[in-house]
């Protein structure tokens, strides 16, 4: 449904309650329930997630020695960037984190920039498919869902773990995780392990939600948005207000959230690095 239709049946609050529920197999009935899969999160993130394969397949096909397209240009910038920033944090072979680091760059880029889209497109579609009875909720950004982040930011807490392990031994990370930072002393081992614990699940918590926190934040200042539309038809006043605000404060928004949705993928990516390239460290 659009801004203006909405307002007509729900209340503001309602309207953005509304676009704020994922499209799930069944109702969650409790904060923490695994058994609820947000079906829109998994196909935008999924989706992303081959387009992004497709981006680097495609450049990788089409690189040529001679003078560069546009596009090729743009991704040798890209992988430059990865390189430069990875080669500075991490102390060892980079064969694959450094792939790994722009994979991660371009896909969240790409999920974070799908918040771009006008908010009641996705309804809009469901809507002229003839689906509003089987999808009736969706959202389309799966950044703003706190279930991608914290799992996106699961798996980089994986690849800590493992390269916490590959690089310095399964001897060298328990001696690690029981002797620092405090010292050796036996005494000192359950402060150790449980500050160390305490420090990578702060680490995995921080990196989903600060990813969440800002693409959220952005989602509902687009609805919020949106909502000066349903102005339109109230008075001439209101016309003129919700006019102005719709198209004036929705522009300069979206002008500033291109900048938010690429600082956001920058900063996810970089945090990634700086993790791996402690895990390379000894302590």
Not at 128 to 139: D, Q
Not at 178 to 198: C, E, M, Q, R, T
Not at 250 to 272: D, E, K
Request: one cysteine or more; aromatic letters at 12%.
């Amino acid at each position: 449904m659009t801004a203006d239709t909405a307002t007509h049946t729900l209340n503001p609050s309602g309207y953005i309650g509304h676009h704020l529920q994922n499209f799930s197999n069944k109702p969650q009935t409790s904060i923490v329930d695994f058994s609820v899969w947000h079906i829109d999160t998994l196909f935008w993130s999924v989706l992303m997630g081959l387009v992004t394969i497709g981006v680097l397949y495609f450049a990788a096909r089409r690189a040529t020695s001679g003078v560069p397209s546009r596009f090729q240009c743009a991704i040798e910038i890209l992988v430059e960037m990865v390189e430069s920033q990875s080669k500075s944090m991490i102390h060892g072979s980079r064969r694959f984190i450094a792939p790994l680091a722009l994979t991660v760059f371009l896909w969240v880029a790409l999920m974070n920039a799908l918040d771009l889209l006008p908010v009641d497109l996705p309804a809009k579609i469901i809507g002229w498919l003839g689906l509003a009875s089987v999808i009736p909720n969706h959202r389309i950004v799966p950044t703003a869902d706190l279930n991608a982040t914290l799992g996106i930011a699961l798996g980089v807490l994986l690849l800590m773990l493992y390269y916490s392990v590959k690089v310095k031994g399964l001897g060298g990370f328990t001696r690690e995780l029981l002797s620092a930072p405090f010292g050796k002393h036996p005494a000192l081992w359950p402060f150790n392990l449980l500050l160390n614990v305490i420090e990578y699940l702060a680490k995995t918590i921080s990196l989903g939600m600060r990813l969440f926190g800002n693409m959220y934040a952005g989602e509902l200042l687009f609805l919020l948005i949106a909502l000066l539309g349903s102005l339109w038809s109230f008075s001439l006043d209101a016309s003129i207000f919700g006019f102005a605000g719709h198209v004036l404060a929705g522009s300069l928004w979206a002008i500033f959230h291109i900048l938010v949705v690429l600082l956001q993928a920058f900063i996810f990516m970089m945090l990634t690095l700086v993790y791996l390239g402690q895990a390379h460290d000894s302590h």
